[in-house]
């Protein structure tokens, strides 16, 4: 053994703490001993790149017996860091299934040391909590209350489902209001939000979440430090959301014959895009009504159906089984995101509606099958 002289220790002791303060420190630190022996997938995405699913950079962790992990950000700049274990996930035919609350979410700055842990749940379920970080705990409040409401939502989607299925116009109208009640809650429930953390870290991601056609509203309330924050790629994402009296951002598509169809040569009719798939009931519900349409106007109005999230048989067959007469245009989920459509036009909910004037102007835009809809369409074409 090699002794060091008496009066060297306290050198090689500070020399010590030096290395150890100089060290890399872990961004995050999780302390999932519940979750011992499990697999947590992990996805960082740069928020210079939030509009580029391709951006997402994925990883797997394997917590060990004492359950902490630490993980240290890929990248040097702020990032949306979703982490999902495993065993919070349902098994489906081609990989796995998480809910909102199953995963947790942290927004990370460089040089952000944060901590969050998970605990058994009711049920067999986790439950995830965040440490001191007040950003990221006031982030999961709010993300937990939607999920409440969205959960809500998908149960009154499945019946509505069902009431189609059945042929029971009743059951579907009275669904239709609840639906639009929740989403006036949700409404509701992010303006409240917003007024009330406005000077707060958190009041720009409330932003990001709002009705595209309040964003600008909202941008002009927040203080100028949350604008240039670490927020401020996603208020810019956010911005750019097509609202109506925005230009219409052009796109290139398949048809049925394989032909690339691009939409700003469509320029000097009035084009309807119908986002809908062959799965969504409501879609499929609504082809009568939109065939109406296509005959009333003829030349004068371009329908052209977006097919999302079917296999390309599935939507060959869909096409030809519903007698769609109009353009029919596919897109790929293999697409890079600024590719898509439905993230050009911020399309989250199917069907979704959206009218486009001669000149390339957004007109109109409707979530859900909605009968009013024809009646605006009248409108507009009657100018």
């Known amino acids: 053994m090699i002794r060091l002289p008496v009066n060297i220790l306290p050198a090689a002791a500070a020399a010590m703490l030096l290395l150890a303060a100089c060290a890399p420190r872990p961004d995050v630190r999780l302390d999932f001993g519940c979750l011992a022996g499990d697999s947590v997938a992990v996805a960082c995405h ?10 997402v950079m994925a990883d797997t962790l394997v917590v060990p017996d004492g359950g902490v992990v630490d993980y240290s950000l890929p990248v040097a700049e702020p990032c949306i860091v979703t982490f999902k274990p495993f065993a919070t996930s349902e098994v489906i035919p081609g990989g796995r299934r998480w809910t909102d609350g199953d995963v947790l979410k942290l927004y990370v700055a460089p040089h952000d040391r944060l901590r969050a842990g998970a605990r058994p749940g009711g049920e067999g379920r986790v439950e995830f909590h965040v440490g001191r970080n007040a950003l990221n705990r006031a982030i999961r409040e709010l993300d937990m ?4 409401i969205r959960a809500r939502s998908a149960e009154v989607a499945v019946e509505m489902n069902r009431a189609h299925a059945a042929g029971d116009k009743r059951a579907m109208d009275s669904l239709r209001g609840v639906m639009s009640g929740i989403r006036d809650e949700m409404v509701r429930n992010l ?3 917003f007024r009330e953390r406005l000077g707060e870290g958190d009041a720009p991601y409330i932003l990001t979440l709002c009705p595209a056609d309040s964003v600008e509203s909202y941008y002009g309330r927040l203080p100028q430090r949350s604008r240039e924050g670490m927020f401020a790629p996603l208020l810019e994402q956010a911005r750019r959301r097509v609202t109506v009296g925005a230009a219409a951002p052009d796109f290139t598509l398949p048809d049925t014959d394989g032909r690339e169809v691009r939409l700003r040569d469509m320029r000097g009719r009035w084009v309807l895009l ?19 349409a296509a005959e009333r106007y ?13 296999t390309a048989e599935g939507w060959a067959a869909g096409v030809e089984r519903f007698g ?19 993230v050009m036009y911020n399309v989250t909910a199917f069907p979704t509606k959206v009218v486009i004037s001669p000149d390339g102007t957004v007109r109109d835009i409707t979530v859900g099958e909605r009968p009013e809809f024809y009646g605006r369409l009248d409108s507009l074409m009657a100018m």
């Open 274 to 292: 119908d986002f809908w798939g062959t799965w969504c009931h409501a879609c499929v519900q609504g082809i009568p009504s939109l065939r109406k």
């Open 298 to 310: 003829g030349d004068r109005l371009v329908v052209v159906g977006i097919d999302c999230k079917d």
């Open 191 to 193: 303006d409240g939000r």
């Open 324 to 342: 769609m007469e109009w353009v029919n245009l596919r897109e790929d989920d293999a697409l890079p995101s600024a590719a898509k459509p439905t």
């Open 46 to 55: 740069p928020f210079s790149r939030a509009d580029d699913f391709m951006a």
């Open 145 to 148: 209350e939607l999920a409440v």
